[in-house]
């Protein structure tokens, strides 16, 4: 099973909270599982941290990648089983929504915009209980849910697309300009 995460490694974007989800699951559900940090890192005592932590915890498969093209952003997406944020703080996420694009299932941590950007076609966490979120990373591998997740979520990623909103915002921007 193949985790991943897009957004730039930063402290509070959680990334270590998605690792130690990562850890158990790897430990109770599918020990060859990987995960992807993708994203550059603001800090370079926070990617640190995050490798340390991967150290400590002793799990295997974990892969700070850095920044990618992308080209390589979209063999992450395409290659990916299942999308986790657990970020604290998001305005509008993007990468939930490409997720959502690729058919992956998205489990991510109610806080901010998230709740809004992903709407009903994921899995939202009001808390950070690893094993619990773990478990819904193996849920999510079950064709039945994949499927039902995948549908919602292009509906739900068809809802941003900009040619639906570009005339409203046109509209808008005039007449905020002639007021």
Do not use: W
Request: with cysteine.
């Amino acid at each position: 099973t193949d985790l991943l995460f897009v957004g730039r490694l930063s402290p509070n974007k959680k990334q270590e909270d998605v690792v130690k989800v990562f850890a158990v699951f790897r430990r109770h559900f599918d020990p060859e599982a990987r995960l992807f940090l993708v994203g550059g890192a603001s800090s370079a005592r926070y990617r640190k941290a995050i490798a340390e932590l991967v150290d400590r915890l002793g799990v295997p498969g974990v892969s700070l990648v850095g920044a990618v093209s992308d080209e390589e952003l979209l063999a992450y997406y395409r290659a990916a089983d299942v999308f986790v944020s657990l970020s604290e703080h998001e305005g509008f996420c993007v990468p939930v929504v490409e997720a959502m694009l690729f058919d992956l299932p998205v489990i991510a941590y109610a806080a901010t915009a998230v709740p809004e950007t992903l709407g009903d076609a994921g899995i939202l966490v009001d808390h950070k209980r690893y094993d619990e979120i773990a478990a819904l990373v193996h849920l999510v591998r079950e064709a039945g849910t994949r499927e039902r997740l995948a549908r919602a979520g292009r509906l739900r990623a068809e809802h941003f697309r900009p040619e639906r909103h570009g005339r409203r915002l046109l509209q808008l921007v005039g007449e905020a300009l002639a007021a």
